[in-house]
C-alpha cells in the first residue's frame, strides 16, 4: 500500500477514535449540567409546594393545596406532583386516581432517614424524580405530635425528553463540526505532507531504486533543511562515492584484464613460436605494452656476463644502465625510485625502472627489465606479472637449452651407432672375404691335392687311400661350415643377386633343416636394388627374426612378404608358433636380449618402424618400414 494512503488511514482512524470519544465525553457532561439544573429547579420547586402545604395544613385547607397541585402539574416540562406520607401511601397527587395508593421505594426511604432531598432519574419513563422531606416544623405541632420528625415527602417528576432531544442535537451539531474540521484539517494536512514529506521521499525512492538498478549517477534531487533534506544529500554522497569507486574497480578490472590476456597471449606465443628468439622479442614487446613502459630488455647470462637477447621499445632507454642494475639483482627484485622492489639510486634520464632476475631452480639466466621515460613509479601489479612472466621464460629458456642437449646427445649416440654398425658390417666383410678368399681357397686346395694323391696312391694300399678319402671328407665337411659361416657373416648373395635372393636363401638354409615350411613373396622391386644400407638392415632385420623362428617359435610355417611402394620398403615376417608377450618380454632386463633391441636400432637409425605383434599361442608377426631414400651417416 502507497504510504500517503497508509498516513491518511491512520490519521482517520486516530479521529474516528480521538473525535468520538471527545463528542461522547462532551455529551455526557452536558448531559450531567442539565440534570443538575433539572434537580435544582425541582428543588425550588418543592420548596414553593412545601411552603403553601405549609400554609394550607395550617388554614386547614387541604382542597386549596391540591389545586396548588393541578396548578403545578399544568407547568411544561412537569409530569407528576405527589405527596407521600411516612409510609409511602400516596397522600396527595396530580393524578386524583393516584390518591391512597401505596407507594414505597428506596429512594423514599433513604430521604425519610437521612431527612433530606434526593433525585433519581428513571430513564424508561423518560423522567427524573426528585423527593425532599416534609420537616416536623414548630407550627405543625399543632396537628402533628412533636417527636414525629418527618411527616412526609414532596415527589416532583420532572419530564427529561426534552433534555434527551437537546443532547441528541448537540451530539449531531459537534460530530458534524469536528467531522468538518477534521475534513479541512485532513486535506491540508494530506497537502502539507505530500509536499514537505511524501513528495521529497518519492524523489529519495526513485533515486535509490536507479542506483539499485546500476545507475550510480543516480541523485536525489531534495534541497529542504530537515531531516529529509539530510538524507538525501548524505544519499546523493554514498552514490558519488560509489560511481566513483566502481569506475576505480571497472578500471582495475580493465587493467587486470588487459595483464590476464598478456599471459594468455603470452603463453600461447611461447608454445607458438618458432625459436626462442622470437619468443623472447615477443614477450619483450607484450610485457612492455602491458605495464605502459618505454621499454622492455630481457638479458641473458652467459660466461662474458649478461648480453640483451631481446628488447622491445626504446631499448637505448636501459642500455646506458640496465646491464649495471640487472648485475646486482642476486635474485631478488629492484626498482628505481622506489617501487615494489628493492630500492635503488634514481638514474639519470630514466623515470622508472624495474627489473627481475629470470631463474630456474638453482641457475641464474639472466634478467628482464622494464623501463619508463616519465617519472611514474611501477606498482606491485607491474612487479607480479613481470615476475610471472619472467618464470616462464626463464622455464622457456632452460627448456630449449635441455632440447638442445638432448638432440645433441641424440645425434652423436646415432652417429657413434651408425659407425659401430658400419664399422661391424666392415668387419663381417672383411672376415667373410678373408675366409672366402683364403681359407675356402685353400680348403679347396686341399681337397683337389687329396684327390690327386688318392689317385696316385696304389689299388692295394687300400688303408692309406681310406684314410686319404676320409680327410677329404673332414675337409668338405669344414668347406661346407666356413661357407655357412661366411654367407652367416656377409652372404655374397646379398652383394651379387640382391636382397630378395639373399633372404629367401638364408631363410630356406635355416628353418627348412628344421622342418619349417618357408613362403616368400616378393612385388614392387623388379630389377630395382636399394641403397646398400637399406638392403643390409632389411637383410639384417630377416635374419635376426628368422632366427628367432628357428631357436624359439616351434612353428611350421614362415610366410616372408617383401614390398616396395613408394619409397617405401616393407618387410613382414609371420610364424605360426607358440608366439610370446613382447612388452612383458621387453620390460624384463633378465629376458631381454640383444635380438629385438638390435633390430629397432638398425632400423630407427633409418629413420624407419619396426613392430612386433605377438600373444602366447598366437604366432609372430614382425614388420618393418624403411624410407628408401636415406643418408646414413658411416654408411651402414
Ligand atoms: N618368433 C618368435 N616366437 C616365439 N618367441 C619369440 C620369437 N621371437 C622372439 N621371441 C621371444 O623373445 C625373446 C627375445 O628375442 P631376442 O631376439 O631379442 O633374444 P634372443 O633371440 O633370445 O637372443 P639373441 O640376443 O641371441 O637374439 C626370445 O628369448 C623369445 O622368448
Ligand atoms: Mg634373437
Request: charged share 20%; aromatic share 4%; with cysteine.
Amino acid at each position: 500500500m502507497r504510504l500517503h494512503l497508509k498516513i491518511t488511514l491512520w490519521i482517520v482512524a486516530i479521529f474516528l477514535i480521538v473525535g468520538g470519544f471527545s463528542i461522547y465525553a462532551l455529551v455526557l457532561f452536558q448531559r450531567s449540567a442539565t440534570l443538575q439544573q433539572f434537580e435544582a429547579m425541582a428543588k425550588t420547586l418543592t420548596g414553593t409546594i412545601l411552603q403553601s402545604l405549609t400554609t394550607t395544613m395550617i388554614n386547614n385547607n387541604p382542597r386549596e393545596m391540591k389545586q396548588i397541585i393541578g396548578h403545578i402539574e399544568e407547568t411544561p416540562g412537569i409530569h407528576r406532583v405527589r405527596i407521600y406520607s411516612p409510609n409511602g401511601r400516596v397522600w396527595a397527587s396530580s393524578r386524583a386516581e393516584e390518591v391512597g395508593v401505596l407507594r414505597p421505594s428506596a429512594l423514599l426511604a433513604r430521604v425519610l432517614s437521612r431527612r433530606e432531598a434526593a433525585a433519581e432519574e428513571r430513564p424508561e419513563a423518560g423522567e427524573l424524580h426528585v423527593l425532599t422531606p416534609i420537616e416536623n416544623r414548630a407550627e405543625c405541632r399543632a396537628c402533628h405530635a412533636a417527636d414525629v420528625p418527618v411527616l412526609g415527602a414532596i415527589g416532583v417528576s420532572l419530564g427529561t425528553g426534552q433534555v434527551a432531544a437537546h443532547l441528541r442535537s448537540t451530539a449531531h451539531l459537534l460530530a458534524g463540526l469536528v467531522g468538518f474540521t477534521f475534513l479541512l484539517a485532513l486535506g491540508t494536512l494530506s497537502v502539507l505532507l505530500g509536499r514537505f514529506v511524501l513528495d521529497p521521499l518519492s524523489a529519495m525512492v526513485a533515486a535509490v531504486r536507479e542506483l539499485s538498478r546500476g545507475n550510480y549517477r543516480a541523485r536525489a534531487a531534495v534541497s529542504t533543511g530537515d531531516e529529509l533534506g539530510v538524507l538525501a544529500a548524505a544519499f546523493n554522497d554514498m552514490s558519488a562515492r560509489i560511481e566513483r569507486s566502481t569506475a576505480a574497480l571497472a578500471e582495475e578490472i580493465s587493467d587486470l584484464t588487459r595483464r590476464l590476456s598478456t599471459l594468455t597471449v603470452f603463453s600461447k606465443t611461447l608454445t607458438a613460436a618458432a625459436d626462442l628468439s622470437s619468443a623472447l622479442h615477443e614477450a619483450a614487446a607484450a610485457m612492455r605494452e602491458a605495464v605502459h613502459a618505454d621499454a622492455c630488455v630481457v638479458y641473458g647470462r652467459s660466461e662474458e656476463g649478461l648480453r640483451p637477447m631481446a628488447a622491445a621499445g626504446e631499448p637505448a632507454l636501459v642500455a646506458p644502465w640496465g646491464t649495471a642494475l640487472t648485475g646486482g639483482l642476486a635474485g631478488r627484485p629492484l626498482s628505481t625510485p622506489g617501487g615494489p622492489g628493492e630500492d635503488q639510486r634514481p638514474i639519470p634520464g630514466v623515470g622508472a625502472a624495474l627489473a627481475v632476475p629470470l631463474r630456474t631452480r638453482d641457475q641464474d639466466l639472466g634478467a628482464m627489465v622494464v623501463a619508463r621515460a616519465r617519472e611514474q613509479p611501477f606498482e606491485r601489479t607491474d612487479l607480479m606479472l613481470l615476475q610471472t612472466v619472467a618464470n616462464q621464460l626463464a622455464i622457456a629458456i632452460e627448456n630449449v637449452r635441455l632440447f638442445e642437449e638432448v638432440r645433441e646427445k641424440e645425434h652423436l649416440r646415432r652417429e657413434l651407432l651408425s659407425r659401430l654398425i658400419s664399422a661391424h658390417e666392415d668387419e663381417r666383410f672383411r672376415i667373410s672375404r678373408e675366409l672366402h678368399d683364403e681359407v675356402s681357397q685353400s680348403l679347396t686346395g686341399l681337397m683337389m691335392r687329396l684327390n690327386a694323391a688318392e689317385e696316385v696312391v696304389p689299388q692295394d694300399l687300400e688303408q692309406a687311400r681310406a684314410t686319404l678319402a676320409a680327410v677329404r671328407g673332414v675337409a668338405e665337411q669344414t668347406l661346407e661350415e666356413v661357407r655357412k659361416i661366411i654367407f652367416a657373416l656377409r652372404p655374397t648373395l646379398l652383394d651379387d643377386l640382391g636382397l630378395i635372393p639373399a633372404v629367401r636363401h638364408y631363410a630356406k638354409n635355416l628353418l627348412e633343416p628344421a622342418g619349417v615350411q618357408v613362403r616368400l613373396s616378393a612385388t614392387g622391386f623388379g630389377q630395382r636394388r636399394l641403397p646398400r644400407p637399406v638392403e643390409t638392415t632389411v637383410f639384417r632385420v630377416a635374419q635376426e627374426a628368422v632366427t628367432n623362428i628357428a631357436r624359439h617359435a616351434q612353428a611350421r610355417l614362415a610366410t616372408m612378404t617383401l614390398e616396395l611402394t613408394d619409397g617405401t620398403v616393407r618387410l613382414t615376417v609371420t610364424d605360426d608358433g607358440v608366439g610370446f608377450d613382447p612388452e612383458s618380454t621387453l620390460a624384463d632386463p633378465a629376458r631381454r636380449r640383444l635380438g629385438i633391441v638390435g633390430m629397432e636400432e638398425r632400423v630407427a637409425l633409418l629413420g624407419g618402424r619396426l613392430r612386433i605383434s605377438s600373444r602366447p599361442g598366437e604366432g609372430t608377426v614382425v614388420q618393418v618400414e624403411l624410407p628408401v631414400d636415406v643418408a646414413v651417416p658411416g654408411g651402414v
